[in-house]
């Protein structure tokens, strides 16, 4: 694809294009004029995206066009990366913000560019791989705020407690839906350019571009080089491939149409397939389809015949949860489980199959991370500390050595770490004594954290709690709950038999008064044992 643009320069499409029927010199006025009304700096929110690399080249340009005494606030260009972003676009994100910081540096403007990413126990991997997160879904979207909204605002509030009051800057269109555009018109404020954010405190939004269709998008950022050097037609490129071509917009003769795609996560299984993943791949990013296959597999696991398998009967609370009705009105126990994390089983085999593809493809000359080592590290103390299957022999070392053919400097970290030989005997003594192996684990775990402290607060407290839980198969607290539901209903039976005794012959009540009492005890504590197996 030819690299020309319709103007050879940005000051050549000003003077010609009009924008949703506004000529462009009227906006870049707009943008200087609010830019120089006061003294809260600019964020501009920045997904690499057409809409924001469309409004980022919007303000550079009008900051630019503003003489070296007037630049006298700051422009944060703020990116957040989730670490499992589809490759090709992170690339693509990472040079455009080398060349803003670079150019901003040379051209003395008062720019810069951050990448910001999610706390290390955050991490889409420590969650799903760590903890035994499912696989997001439509109903259990857990990924978005915790990996790509949470960094973000924490960069916007930072610069709030810094400055006062922030304006951030958007690409969001209201021709891109209907619930956008309610969105948009919900926080505006009357008689102002600029939107109360929605979460935020202390932050205003501003969308230049909310009246722009998705044509004059394309045709403003393929109008003329980018501001900072360079065109944007590996960008355009990047959408036409991750659409198989299909696109709506013809620039010129020479221009291939491209498509309305969105990119995200390559691990997304919020939808069925991901379109722009597989275009990628017939375009050519063959490499891609080992990504593909890998995130096919985690989608499989979100399917309603498959949750049984793949995940613990019980939650990360160590209790088995129902979604409806009693346990004793139903035989069929699959129905009212609400399933839990991932079993470790599966979880170490994932990390090792997904670290064999980081080490073929970087084997391959292809320099992509899709694991880090400070995820690693985080994972195998989720597994170590795991409140249903804590990993005691410590596996995750082993699994990337296996893999690597070395070892990485792991922190250390002992507690509840058996060797082979003291697993072996631990599990041969829990058979003879019918104890579950994994609550004889979490003890040890529990003694040896406290070990060496001059006081022992709580300790019976935490005792008791991890005895609570639900140990054993889901056959075995199947049964436990019948049992207590039968020995429950029978005990109010008597109650009631002794009850009507009671009324009906005064004579008796003397003699039973004292029975009836500790049997109201006896009872009552039932019941509470009964409330804590249903939980």
């Known amino acids: 694809m030819s690299e020309a643009t319709l103007f050879a320069s940005q000051d050549e499409m000003l003077a010609e294009q009009s924008f949703a029927g506004r000529p462009l010199p009227d906006l870049i006025a707009e943008l200087q004029s609010l830019y120089l009304e006061d003294d809260r700096p600019w964020v501009i929110g920045f997904s690499g995206g057409k809409d924001s690399t469309a409004v980022l080249s919007l303000i550079y340009t009008a900051v630019a066009k503003l003489p070296p005494q007037e630049r006298h606030k700051h422009v944060y260009v703020v990116c957040s990366d989730t670490l499992v972003e589809t490759p090709v676009v992170v690339d693509l994100i990472s040079t455009t913000l ?16 951050h990448q910001v990413v999610p706390k290390a126990n955050d991490t889409f991997w420590v969650n799903l791989l760590g903890k035994g997160y499912p696989a997001p879904t ?7 705020e915790r990996m790509k909204i949470d960094p973000v605002s924490s960069f916007i509030l930072d610069k709030v407690t810094r400055h006062g009051e922030v304006i951030v800057v958007l690409g969001a269109r209201s021709q891109e839906s209907a619930s956008r555009a309610q969105v948009i018109a919900k926080h505006k404020v009357d008689g102002s350019l600029l939107s109360k954010h929605s979460s935020l405190p202390g932050a205003y939004t501003y969308m230049p571009i909310e009246d722009w269709s998705f044509d004059e998008v394309w045709m403003y950022l393929l109008g003329a080089p980018a501001p900072w050097g360079g065109t944007h037609h590996k960008l355009f490129s990047l959408y036409k491939d991750s659409n198989a071509g299909e696109c709506p917009v013809v620039i010129d003769t020479k221009t291939p149409s491209c498509g309305n795609s969105r990119f995200g996560c390559w691990t997304c299984t919020v939808v069925t397939k991901d379109r722009a993943m597989e275009g990628l791949i017939e375009s050519g990013e063959l490499w891609m389809k080992r990504l593909k296959s890998f995130r096919d597999l985690l989608y499989r ?29 139903d035989t069929t126990i699959e129905k009212k489980v609400i399933p839990g994390p991932y079993w470790l089983a599966y979880r170490q085999a994932w990390l090792k199959k997904l670290l064999e593809i980081q080490k073929n493809l970087n084997d391959g000359g292809n320099a992509i991370r899709l694991i880090h080592e400070d995820e690693l590290k985080h994972i195998r103390l989720e597994w170590l500390n795991d409140p249903n299957e804590p990993d005691a022999l410590d596996t995750l070392p082993a699994i990337y050595a296996s893999v690597y053919g070395h070892k990485l400097e792991w922190m250390q970290d002992s507690a509840g770490v058996l060797s082979q030989q003291d697993a072996a005997a631990l599990h041969a003594a829990c058979q003879e004594h019918g104890t579950p192996i994994e609550l004889t684990i979490k003890l040890l775990q529990l003694e040896q954290s406290l070990d060496g402290l001059s006081k022992r607060h709580g300790v019976f407290k935490r005792i008791d709690t991890l005895l609570n839980q639900d140990w054993g198969d889901l056959h075995t607290l199947h049964s436990k709950k019948q049992d207590a539901a039968m020995a429950l209903h029978s005990m109010h039976e008597a109650k009631s038999q002794i009850q009507d005794l009671f009324q009906e012959d005064t004579g008796y009540q003397s003699k039973t008064r004292n029975a009836k009492s500790v049997y109201d005890e006896l009872l009552a504590g039932l019941e509470i044992q009964y409330k804590e197996l249903d939980q």
Not at 304 to 327: D, E, L
């Open 98 to 113: 080398e060349q803003i910081n670079t150019r901003a540096e040379e051209e003395g403007l008062p720019f810069t560019a």
């Open 301 to 329: 696991t979100t399917r309603p015949h498959n949750k049984a398998k793949y995940r613990n009967h019980k939650r990360r609370t160590g209790k088995v949860q129902y979604a409806r009705g009693q346990i004793d009105d």
């Open 138 to 144: 439509q109903s259990f979207r857990w990924c978005t």
